[in-house]
């Protein structure tokens, strides 16, 4: 609608959010790939953390850390299999404190 | 972990898990629950209403102590272009009753407290535990779950997935598909913090009354989907959730459609001064009927968002989800009282209860709208609202045109747009979906 709408950065987002981070443990893994699909190109904007992002050869990589284990991008790519989703382990991940 | 056997193992503490766990664990069922979050609701998220009813059947003296923000007295129902606004609002002072019919929520909140009285009811409730996948014998039965603990696997008689809408454990254990891009809704929302005497007044509220809206139209740019704005004691919900499909088609950003939302004219002044101190994203399960995967098997039932339990028409959920998880436990207790095995043959008696109740009769009733509300977006989320506003418009500004002029105006303009012949066959074909 207007460009004040379009500059939304949602990392402004997600800073509200409580997060304990399983570091060195991503709960979402993408395969390694030469060409994304279309599938996984529509992460980067479906995803309402903004966790998926192009690098400069054009692959797309997840960084889950903001992640709000909605399970969209799982369901996004479960034909092309695209991407590995698991539940953190317990305890890691978003905590909710409104929900 | 813990070095037993249970009777039953209830995975999730959201509303069907925390129902399911806290009817076995009553009627005196060793109960374990697993919950994955650091404490129950921390995983969850909802708009939120609570309907009373549903919670009533189990904890009739709820309202002493449980976290409620405001009851619900009005219910505004909105069609939005990117100017207007066109509604339908219903308030009633008797929804000022000493038992009121449903409440705003804070979802985690609620989860601690539900959490708080299953573990009083006696079940043994641990937290921070992810359960990986269920534990079956030779014969294929479900004897047990496997969790990320050390020695981490658990025995028991049942397992009840009450595991939410992702449902991976079921998925990982073949119990039941992945989800469709389009039977599930993800939905946005912010949580807005203001001071109580602003939201009353802005609302025209006394007291712990509250107001809900639920709105459709050009806010999704032409997605299935609806957008809300729930007043809570000392904040306001607001959220907007549309088909995983439809945001992939279109690549809208789903936090810019919530951006929008918050900006249009009709919801901006609500929310002004008001401070944000959460952001959440979640799936609902949005195909009805025909999305319900089995429900029971061997040594297992499934409950709540799991079990595709959402009636997208009426946006109820969590009293699908306390239903179906009391309705489950019940089923469970009765054969573990009568000492028969969680057979499958047996099990069956959870779907035939289920049957009986509002759950699946509601259900079964709106199975084909999912597929009317999808294959007739744009006339139903774009056109029908913009032809309404223009319509509105049309009838109440006053600008030396004659009514007959006017009401010529009105009906060419929906004529135009939709011909005759399109208005009668949408109005069938939605007449055919409800029944």
Redesign the interface.
């Known amino acids: 609608m207007s460009t004040e709408t379009d500059s939304v950065k949602v990392e402004e987002k997600l800073y509200y959010n409580r997060y304990v981070v399983d570091a060195g443990r991503p709960h979402v893994k993408v395969r390694p790939h030469e060409v994304p699909s279309q599938a996984l190109l529509a992460l980067t904007k479906i995803c309402p953390a903004g966790c998926y992002a192009l690098n400069d050869k054009g692959q797309v990589e997840v960084t889950p850390d903001g992640c709000m284990e909605c399970g969209t991008c799982r369901i996004v790519c479960a034909d092309t299999h695209d991407i590995e989703w698991n539940y953190p382990r317990g305890g890691f991940g978003v905590l909710f404190k409104f929900g | 972990m813990v070095e037993q056997r249970f009777d039953a193992i209830v995975v999730g503490a959201g509303p069907s898990g925390n129902a399911a766990a806290y009817t076995l664990a009553k009627e005196g069922l060793n109960v374990l629950q697993l919950e994955?979050?650091?404490y129950a609701?921390?995983?969850?998220?909802?708009g939120?209403i609570l309907y009373s009813d549903a919670l009533e059947k189990l904890i009739p003296s709820f309202r002493e102590d449980a976290p409620l923000e405001r009851h619900v007295i009005e219910q505004r129902l909105w069609m939005l272009d990117?100017a207007s606004y066109t509604g339908m609002h219903y308030r009633s002072e008797e929804f000022n009753e000493e038992k009121p019919n449903r409440y705003t929520i804070?979802?985690?909140?609620f989860?601690k407290w539900f959490s708080q009285k299953v573990r009083d009811a006696g079940a043994t409730v641990l937290?921070?535990?992810?359960v990986k996948e269920l534990i079956r014998n030779t014969s294929g039965k479900v004897i047990g779950v496997q969790?990320?603990?050390e020695d981490g696997a658990v025995m028991a008689d049942v397992v009840i997935l009450a595991e939410g809408?992702?449902g991976?454990v079921g998925q990982r254990s073949g119990l039941r598909d992945?989800?469709?891009?389009d039977t599930?809704a993800?939905a946005?929302k912010?949580?807005h913090f203001l001071p109580r005497d602003v939201i009353e007044s802005r609302f025209n509220l006394k007291g712990d009354e509250g107001v809900v809206i639920e709105a459709m139209g050009s806010v999704t740019l032409g997605m299935t989907g609806t957008a809300f704005l729930y007043t809570n004691e000392e904040?306001i919900s607001v959220g907007i959730g549309c088909l995983?499909s439809d945001?992939?088609e279109t690549?809208?950003?789903?936090?810019?459609l919530l951006?929008?939302f918050k900006?249009h004219p009709a919801i901006a002044p609500l929310l002004a001064g008001s401070e944000?101190?959460?952001?959440?994203?979640?799936?609902i399960p949005e195909g009805g009927y025909n999305a319900i995967p089995s429900l029971f098997g061997d040594g297992w039932l499934m409950v709540g968002d799991a079990g595709h339990f959402v009636n997208a028409v009426h946006r109820e959920g969590s009293n699908l989800a306390m239903t179906t998880g009391r309705v489950a436990a019940e089923t469970v207790v009765r054969l573990h009282r009568m000492r028969k095995e969680m057979t499958k043959a047996n099990l069956a008696e959870y779907q035939e209860r289920l049957e009986k109740t509002f759950v699946l009769k509601d259900m079964r009733k709106y199975r084909k709208i999912p597929a009317f509300l999808h294959g007739n977006k744009e006339t139903l989320f774009g056109l029908y609202p913009r032809l309404l506003s223009k319509a509105a418009q049309t009838w109440f500004r006053v600008d030396g045109l004659d009514k007959k002029a006017k009401e010529k105006a009105i009906v060419s303009s929906f004529r135009q747009a939709r011909t005759l012949r399109g208005m009668i066959g949408d109005a069938f074909k939605l007449a055919r979906a409800w029944r």
């Open positions: 994955r979050g650091e609701g921390s995983k969850n998220v909802q939120a990117d804070i979802r985690a909140q989860d937290y921070e535990t992810t969790t990320d603990r809408v992702n991976l992945e989800l469709k891009p599930v993800l946005v912010e949580m904040s995983v945001f992939k690549g809208a950003k789903p936090y810019e951006e929008r900006s944000v101190k959460e952001y959440a994203a979640h799936l």
